[in-house]
């Protein structure tokens, strides 16, 4: 019997009203006690004064390349980089080489995690059979193996039929399908955001009516069938006013932003280069300003980063030849805090809403709250303590990040999965958690 004591830290758990200065007792991994001041002696007890105490951060939305591309990322550094973002669990895309359609390979994805035994791996199953559109796959079967939701990112559900089909098979589980909202007739051959700086750089772009198209289509569909819809990193203006307008209208729609769509805009391309480069793209002031106001309104319910790392040799080419995507789970707490909290627009409290308990409702997991007889996954951040983000020193395997050397506010000190602490802030930077030595044991366990 292993036991922990979190100490005096604000402790926020959205989904269960909880925000208050207090201690968190942790026993063989699962929380028994939150309270204040609580004096029983644990084996190792970690100060959180002046830190805030969260359930752990749930990622809808990673790419980890492993099978296939493990040049760029594995499962093991992968949740090595999540770890040290806060994030307890992650939901990686099926678009790995082969894809992830069957229920072998996402057994796998789930048993390597077991075994490395860092963050929780949450499989997210191609929904059509090698993600081309053509057949669906076994969802009960992938359910069953682990898969908590069904996507084809990379691409859209290729046809509206398809679509359909995956809706209603996906709402007979109860789980979600997720779809990336793009029409690959009007995006085809673009590079980054049809605009002033495509124009400026001579490149082909990919324009808002790409992504508002297909969100229409998906949107009329989960109307129709009722079965919940989770819409991946939205960014336009009017995707954001689609999704709002068909909540209000009482549709089973959630949706989620990154944090590279909601701190850059298209001009970044320009200073950072292929670093800029995402699908899909960087979008105007106007595009990042409505993400900002979906996410302080409501009408977002995540943000995900849809970490996308890429070796060195895939990135360094040209902007045109670079492939999409950037890496994200290091900086996700960072650039929220300041985009978000500092100036104002959200509360610390649903900031960790957005990246906690919002998410673990999503994919039905007991998981983004912090309450007695649940497993101790939780994030422990400073969100006044600052640092400076180096790509180069980072925990994932690639560093095609635009936020390379930025200076950020906001920092993850403890991640705990299961009560093991699974990741410890010790750089330069940064003073580390102080660490008590276990005490004499005086009084029984609560």
């Known amino acids: 019997m292993s036991t922990l004591l979190i100490r005096g830290g604000r402790v926020i758990s959205p989904e269960d009203g909880i925000d208050d200065e207090l201690d968190v007792w942790v ?147 109860g789980l979600p399908i997720i779809d990336h909202c793009e029409d690959p007739a009007l995006s085809a051959g673009g590079i980054i955001n049809q605009g002033p700086i495509a124009e400026k750089l001579g490149l082909p772009g990919i324009p808002n009516e790409s992504e508002d198209a ?38 089973r729609v959630t949706c989620e932003v990154t944090p590279h769509h909601f701190t850059l805009t298209e001009k970044a391309v320009e200073e950072y280069g292929a670093n800029a480069k995402m699908n899909p793209p960087l979008r105007s002031a106007k595009d990042r300003d409505a993400i900002l106001e979906g996410i302080a309104d409501g009408t977002v319910d995540v943000i995900a980063t849809d970490h996308a790392p890429h070796a060195p040799k895939l990135k360094s080419k040209s902007i045109a030849a670079a492939s999409f995507g950037v890496i994200g789970l290091e900086t996700a707490l960072g650039l929220a805090i300041a985009q978000l909290v500092d100036p104002g627009r959200i509360s610390l409290v649903r900031l960790i809403e957005l990246l906690s308990s919002r998410p673990a ?60 602490i699974v990741y410890r802030r010790a750089d330069q930077s940064t003073t580390p958690l102080p660490v008590e030595p276990a005490q004499k044991k005086k009084q029984a366990q609560p």
């Open 27 to 173: 026993e063989d991994g699962v929380i028994r006690l939150i309270d204040r001041q609580i004096s029983t002696p644990a084996d190792e007890t970690l100060d959180a004064h002046k830190q805030i105490v969260s359930p752990g951060f749930i990622d809808l939305h990673v790419h980890f390349r492993e099978p296939g591309g493990e040049v760029s990322e594995t499962i093991k550094t992968g949740i090595e980089a999540a770890v040290a973002g806060g994030f307890t669990a992650v939901c990686p895309m099926p678009n790995t080489r082969p894809v992830n359609d069957s229920p072998e390979l996402t057994r796998f994805m789930v048993e390597q995690a077991r075994h490395i035994g860092l963050a929780r791996v949450f499989p997210i199953a191609a929904a059509t059979l090698q993600s081309e559109g053509a057949q669906v796959t076994d969802f009960a079967a992938l359910a069953a193996a682990g898969a908590v939701a069904f996507s084809d990112d990379g691409r859209p559900i290729k046809t509206a039929s398809l679509m359909r089909q995956a809706l209603d098979r996906a709402g007979a589980l």
């Open 214 to 251: 297909c969100v229409a289509r998906d949107l009329a569909l989960a109307a129709e069938t009722g079965a919940p819809l989770h819409l991946a990193h939205l960014s336009t203006a009017g995707a954001i006013q689609m999704v709002r307008e068909a909540k209000r209208n009482g549709v």
């Open 361 to 420: 409702r999503i994919i039905r997991q007991p998981s983004g709250r912090l309450r007695i007889g649940e497993a101790a996954d939780i994030t422990i951040f400073d969100p006044r303590r600052e640092w400076t983000y180096h790509a180069e020193a980072g925990k994932s395997k690639s560093r095609n990040s635009p936020f390379d050397g930025w200076k950020l506010k906001g920092a993850v000190t403890a991640t705990l999965v299961s009560g093991k």
